[in-house]
């Protein structure tokens, strides 16, 4: 294979010589460019540049801020989370020792009402008691009566014993008028 430098030697075309004159004046021309650059170019974009950071750095200070306050924001919130069920907590005592005492008082108010009640039946029932024995008395003196009664028709029924029974009721009005001063009036009787 033919090298690709020794035929472009042999044909004149890579033939490099150094032009000084004109070496020199593009590396003045560089040099001016360079000069341009580091002049007018270079101290904008270092001002972009630091712009840039500072804002770069600006934001990363803000992020850490952010995140700091996010880091407080939720240590708030889980701190008002157990506040929070703290205080469910203590509610739901408070609603347990209220339903304790409300059902203490319902079961004093319904002991008290069975006793009242209780004792309104006793005392209605003493009441029936002694309605009961005054209608029986009642029943039984009308009874007694109207027993005595058919007994006394029946034992006065005969003429022998009404004149027995006249007589014996006379003589009690006679011994009654005796024993009695002269003042007293005679006693009147149902038999007249």
């Known amino acids: 294979m033919i090298d690709a430098y020794d035929l472009l030697a042999a044909e004149g075309i890579y033939n490099i010589t150094w032009d000084w004159p004109i070496f020199f004046s593009q590396l003045f021309g560089f040099g001016v460019i360079v000069w341009f650059f580091w ?4 101290p904008p974009v270092k001002r972009i540049m630091t712009k840039a950071q500072e804002q770069v750095q600006k934001q990363l200070d803000d992020s850490e801020r952010a995140a700091d306050r996010l880091l407080a924001a939720k240590q708030a919130y ?6 929070a069920q703290a205080e469910l907590e203590r509610m739901r005592e408070e609603a347990r020792v209220d339903a ?3 059902i203490a008082q319902m ?3 319904a002991a008290d009402e ?3 009640v209780r004792k309104q039946g006793r005392e209605q029932i003493l009441q029936f008691r002694r309605q009961l024995i005054r ?4 029943d039984l ?3 007694m009566l109207a027993l005595t009664e058919e007994k006394m028709r029946e034992h006065v029924s005969t003429p022998q014993a009404r004149a027995e029974s006249v007589e ?3 003589e009690d009005l006679e011994a009654l008028a005796n024993s009695a001063p002269a003042a007293r009036p005679e006693p009147r009787t149902g038999w007249n």
């Open 78 to 83: 889980d701190s008002s989370v157990k506040e």
């Open 141 to 143: 003196s009308a009874a």
């Open 135 to 138: 209608d029986l008395e009642a």
């Open 168 to 170: 014996k009721f006379l």
């Open 39 to 42: 002049k007018y170019i270079v």
């Open 114 to 116: 069975v006793e009242r």
């Open 100 to 102: 304790d005492r409300i």
């Open 107 to 109: 079961r004093e108010a």
